[in-house]
């Protein structure tokens, strides 16, 4: 029993390293020439753009929410007024930044385990080695560089249109102009408020790519593998996120004390 405990911790422990070892070498192969600057704007536009449409109705979605729940609270001490501001810090706060990576964690993360997976799996990326092509980097390194680069463009359109649904729900419950809205949102948000919480979402994308780069480049087992491949790809990123997230917030309270007022 003692030593199936300690094979599978030695086993889960050797499992992080080599997946940690994997994400920074992404990093440090990035700084290398050549520079594939066609195949990362084409992963941008295909992580980035094309995500844009789920990451706008969920965060209207979610601001609409938000902002019914929060009346429903401070409707008992008459500070229905605060709910444009309360939604406002919010969203650009941590739910924004969190739901975006989850949300892309679930599409691109996914997307990337499989693809990678199947290529593994039908040995093309046997075939780009044996054309002298650097699969590791023309393959994992310009996606882990494409999710750093969009997901804080793709957390501004999160806040944004989540503090959008927020002002709809608003409007049909109490008739508030959208300029009333606004100023009442924005009123207490600073940078310090925006820029560490926006940027931290690069290191959400740094894990979200490098997990699921891991994952399908390293796939075996065929088409089950592939799928295993997929479903492992979201599921440990997930997890990284949210952990990596509570020391993020910490982190940001520590270095920058006005952030947590």
């Known amino acids: 029993m003692v ?5 599978g911790l030695g086993r889960a422990f050797f499992y992080v390293g080599d997946n940690a070892a994997f994400g920074f070498r992404s990093l440090w192969v ?10 990362t704007v084409r992963q941008i536009y295909e992580v980035g753009a094309k995500s844009v449409p789920l990451i706008a109705a969920a965060g209207f979605a979610v601001g609409a ?7 429903a609270s ?18 650009i706060k941590d739910t924004g930044p969190l739901v975006t990576a989850l949300l892309f964690s679930g599409r691109v993360g996914a997307g990337i385990g499989a693809e990678l997976g199947a290529m593994r799996v039908t040995e093309q990326i ?50 508030m102009s959208l300029s009333a809205y606004y100023d ?12 560490p919480a926006t940027l931290k979402t690069m290191i959400f994308g740094f894990i979200i790519a490098s997990v699921a780069g891991y994952q399908g480049y390293n ?43």
Not at 65 to 70: C, D, K, P, Q, R
Not at 156 to 170: H, P, Q
Not at 239 to 261: C, D, Q, R, W, Y
Request: aromatic share 12%; net charge negative.
């Open 3 to 7: 030593n199936d405990i300690r094979w």
């Open 30 to 39: 990035a700084l290398r020439r050549p520079f594939h600057f066609g195949e």
């Open 65 to 71: 929410v938000l902002s019914m729940h929060t009346r």
């Open 74 to 91: 401070l409707e008992r001490f008459g500070a229905e007024s605060l709910i444009p501001t309360g939604l406002g810090l919010a969203m």
């Open 126 to 175: 046997d075939a780009l080695e044996s054309l002298a092509i650097d699969s590791f980097k023309h393959l994992v390194v310009t996606r882990v560089l494409a999710c750093m680069l969009v997901l804080p463009l793709l957390t501004t359109v999160m806040n944004f249109t989540g503090i959008l649904g927020g002002f709809v729900a608003e409007y049909f419950q109490s008739g």
């Open 184 to 195: 009442r949102a924005f009123i207490l948000i600073e940078f310090d408020d925006y820029i």
């Open 219 to 261: 796939t075996t087992g065929g088409t089950e593998g592939v799928g295993q491949a997929s479903t492992r790809s979201v599921v440990f990123s997930s997890i990284l996120v949210i952990l990596t997230n509570v020391v993020l917030v910490k982190m940001i309270f520590f270095f920058l004390p006005g952030a947590a007022e």
